[in-house]
Every structure is written in C-alpha cells, then in structure tokens.
C-alpha cells in the first residue's frame, strides 16, 4: 500500500525584504511625508481668528504668502498622494501572497487582520495626539480594498471618476459657509486641559473623513495602477507618468489657487456660491494633484535609476518606515505647538510652522537612515508587522 504524502500547506509570505523593494513607492512616502509635515502643522496654530478652510488669519506677508502656497500646492494634495501610496501598497501584498501561492481566503484574511489593526493604531494616535488620523480611515479602505480584488480595472476607475462627485458636494457645502473668526471644528487644538482634549479628540476624528473625502478616488486610482506596475517599474510607464504629472500638477495649481488667495486675503469669494465652487474645485484638483506628485516622483526614480547617493537612500528608509515617521510628527507637533505643551501654536505663523514642519520632517529622515544603516525597521512598522504575519509561521509548522 503506497501512502501519498499530504501536499504542502502554502506560508503566508512574510514583509518585503529591503533589497526587494522598489525605489519609486518608498521615495514617494518619504517626500510626500514632508507634504503631510506641512498639512498637518497649520492646524496646530489657535489663539487668532480664523479664516477660510480654518487657516488662521495672518497679517504679515510672508505669512500670507506661505498660506497661498500651502493651500494650493499641499493642502487636500498631500493625503490623496498618501492614499494612492496605500492602495498601491495593499495590492502589492495582494500580489505578493499570490505569487508564493497562498490561497485567496488566506491573503484576504490577512489584509483584513492588517486593516483592524490600522484601526486599532489610529484610534490610540487620535486619543494621545492627533484627531486628524487618517490609519484609521485606511484601515477601512483596506477591508475596502479586499471586496475590490476581483473588480475590473475599468470599474475601478469608474468608480474613482464618479466619487468625484460626492467630493465637489462635500467639500463644497463644507465651506460654503464664511467663517466667523472661531474653530468650527478640531477644537483639541485649542483647549488648554490635556484631559478635555483628548475626550474631544475621538468626536473629532469622526469628522475628518469630511475633509480628506477625497482619498476615495485616489486609492482607487492607486489600487489601478498597482495592478500595472506603473511605480514598481516606471521606466516601462514613462508617457503616462509624464500625462499624468504634467496634467495633475497643473490643475493642482489652477484649481487651488483660488481658494489659497482667499486663504491669504489676497481675494474673497463674494457669494455663497462663490465659496462653494472654490473650495469644491479646490479639493477635486486636489486628487489631480496628489496623483499628479506621485507621478512625478515615479519619473524621478527613472532618472535615479540605481545611483542612489545618500540623500535618496536617506528618503527612500523614511519612505519606508513611513508609518513610524508619520507618528513621529505628531508626537514633536503636541510637544511643541498644543496649549498644555509649551503652547507655540499661539505665536508662531503660518511662514514659521512650515519651518516646523519641514524640520521634523528632516529630522525623521535622518532618524530613518540611522535605523536603515543598523538594519532595523522602524517602530511602528515592526509591531503592525509582528500582529499582521503572526500566523505565518503556525502555518509553516
């Protein structure tokens, strides 16, 4: 009697090896990081009146210019960017549990444990430090994500197309009104007791998929052009990176240059209508933008091709503890900005909390290089890994 042997219980395929990575995804989270610093820092200023999109009014030039800046070129451009970077990334390891031949209810059920506990980690982030999270909202795009695996590639960007439309009424009717000079939201950032802060922070966080609805096309858009390569292999993607670069950046621009001039009191929308259409464009060039940024970064990458000097490979290690140095920046904003820190948020400007911004954002990249240099992985990343693989190695026994 022959006995045949069992066949072989396929492993979950454990987290991308740095020397497999590609450079294109990972150096567009580092620089994009720097985009984030740079959104998330101004929400941090209180203590003066605020104006449109909750900037706070600025009297100085500099500051109004910087503000012009910010809204057109960062503001609603950088979380899309974020977005697509995470769809991308979610049908990577879709691809990835594929190739080393795990069942399809396996890989799924890892991207769902995955998913809750981006929950798990953007409901702790919003109760110590930041009410503006967006792991938590990714962690329900990623049980999103896994419904989506089977859906057509024309689907998906009808369905990125069509979302545009909830965005423009959204976030239309979510500036329509003109503002009185006080917070109509995010008041944590304001509130001098540590303990009423963080009972208001969880409230808040419910809000904020208002202001960043438009991640929905864009990790759409993102979970596409996973499915094709256009970022692992750029180079073979040129003609769409340069369209899309060229197209989305300038529509950035365009579209956010109205509501950034009404940002900076350089012009005022005179009707109600005004403030819808401006801030409606605003967020839909926004996802143009963010996609528009990536591509751009795509191209970059060509050009670096594998001469990475030591500021790239610095980037690229933040890119790839992204989560870790996303976290990092809150942590050095409440240590510095919020009323019952040191309170910075009541006297510096617009102008210098991007100074801010940017040098925490330095800062985590040459924290990330030290860690890439010791062939460590960053925290956060090594803890979401450890609770998202934890079955593999039960499954290879």
């Given at each position: 009697m022959?006995?045949?042997?069992?066949?072989?219980?396929?492993?979950?395929?454990?987290?991308?090896?740095?020397?497999?990575?590609?450079l294109?995804?990972?150096?567009?989270?580092?620089?994009?990081?720097?985009?984030?610093?740079?959104?998330?820092?101004?929400?941090?200023?209180?203590?003066?009146?605020?104006?449109?999109?909750?900037?706070?009014?600025?009297?100085?030039?500099?500051?109004?210019?910087?503000?012009?800046?910010?809204?057109a070129?960062?503001?609603?451009?950088?979380?899309?960017?974020?977005?697509?970077?995470?769809?991308?990334?979610?049908?990577?390891?879709?691809?990835?549990?594929?190739?080393?031949?795990?069942?399809?209810?396996?890989?799924?059920?890892?991207?769902r444990?995955?998913?809750?506990?981006?929950?798990?980690?953007g409901?702790?982030?919003?109760?110590?430090?930041?009410?503006?999270?967006?792991?938590?909202?990714?962690?329900?795009?990623g049980?999103?994500?896994?419904?989506?695996?089977?859906?057509?590639?024309?689907?998906?960007?009808?369905?990125?197309?069509?979302?545009?439309?909830?965005?423009?009424?959204?976030?239309?009717?979510?500036?329509?009104?003109?503002?009185?000079?006080?917070?109509?939201?995010?008041?944590?950032?304001?509130?001098?007791?540590?303990v009423?802060?963080?009972?208001?922070?969880?409230?808040?966080?419910?809000?904020?998929?208002?202001?960043?609805?438009?991640?929905?096309s864009?990790?759409l858009?993102?979970?596409?052009?996973?499915?094709?390569?256009?970022?692992?292999?750029?180079?073979?993607?040129?003609?769409?990176?340069?369209?899309t670069?060229?197209?989305?950046?300038?529509?950035?621009?365009?579209g956010?240059?109205?509501?950034?001039?009404?940002?900076?009191?350089?012009?005022?929308p005179?009707?109600?209508?005004?403030?819808?259409?401006?801030?409606?464009?605003?967020a839909?060039?926004?996802?143009?933008?963010?996609?528009g940024?990536?591509?751009?970064?795509?191209?970059?990458?060509?050009?670096?091709?594998?001469?990475?000097?030591?500021?790239?490979?610095?980037?690229?290690?933040?890119?790839?503890?992204?989560?870790?140095?996303?976290?990092?920046q809150?942590?050095?904003?409440?240590?510095l900005?919020?009323?019952?820190?040191?309170?910075?948020?009541?006297?510096?400007?617009?102008?210098?909390?991007?100074?801010?911004a940017?040098?925490?954002?330095?800062?985590?990249?040459l924290?990330?290089?030290?860690l890439?240099?010791?062939?460590?992985?960053?925290?956060?990343?090594?803890?979401?890994?450890?609770?998202?693989?934890?079955?593999?190695?039960?499954?290879?026994?």
């Amino acid at each position: 009697m022959t006995l045949t042997p069992p066949s072989p219980i396929p492993t979950l395929a454990g987290p991308v090896a740095a020397r497999e990575r590609s450079l294109a995804p990972d150096l567009a989270r580092g620089l994009m990081l720097a985009l984030i610093a740079l959104a998330n820092s101004v929400v941090y200023l209180y203590g003066r009146p605020y104006g449109a999109r909750q900037h706070i009014v600025e009297d100085g030039l500099v500051d109004r210019v910087v503000s012009v800046l910010a809204v057109a070129l960062v503001d609603a451009r950088a979380y899309p960017m974020f977005a697509a970077l995470f769809g991308y990334g979610v049908v990577q390891v879709i691809q990835r549990q594929r190739a080393a031949g795990v069942a399809e209810k396996d890989a799924k059920s890892l991207l769902r444990r995955r998913s809750r506990w981006l929950l798990v980690f953007g409901f702790v982030h919003v109760l110590v430090l930041f009410p503006g999270d967006i792991l938590g909202l990714y962690g329900v795009l990623g049980f999103l994500l896994v419904g989506l695996t089977r859906v057509s590639d024309r689907a998906l960007l009808v369905a990125a197309t069509a979302w545009l439309v909830v965005v423009a009424l959204v976030q239309g009717a979510a500036y329509m009104v003109p503002s009185d000079g006080t917070r109509s939201f995010f008041w944590s950032f304001e509130t001098a007791d540590p303990v009423e802060a963080m009972v208001l922070r969880p409230i808040e966080w419910l809000i904020t998929p208002v202001g960043v609805i438009g991640v929905g096309s864009a990790v759409l858009v993102g979970t596409w052009a996973a499915r094709r390569g256009v970022l692992t292999d750029p180079a073979a993607h040129r003609p769409l990176l340069v369209r899309t670069a060229v197209v989305g950046l300038i529509a950035a621009l365009a579209g956010g240059l109205p509501m950034g001039l009404a940002v900076g009191h350089f012009w005022e929308p005179t009707s109600v209508l005004g403030l819808w259409t401006t801030s409606a464009v605003h967020a839909v060039t926004g996802i143009a933008g963010g996609l528009g940024y990536a591509a751009l970064i795509g191209l970059l990458a060509v050009r670096i091709g594998a001469r990475r000097g030591p500021v790239v490979l610095a980037i690229t290690a933040c890119g790839e503890r992204s989560l870790s140095c996303y976290l990092f920046q809150s942590v050095v904003f409440v240590a510095l900005l919020v009323p019952y820190t040191l309170g910075l948020g009541a006297k510096l400007g617009t102008a210098e909390v991007a100074l801010v911004a940017l040098g925490t954002w330095v800062v985590s990249v040459l924290v990330a290089d030290l860690l890439r240099r010791g062939g460590r992985r960053g925290p956060a990343e090594a803890l979401l890994r450890r609770l998202t693989y934890r079955r593999a190695g039960k499954m290879a026994r």
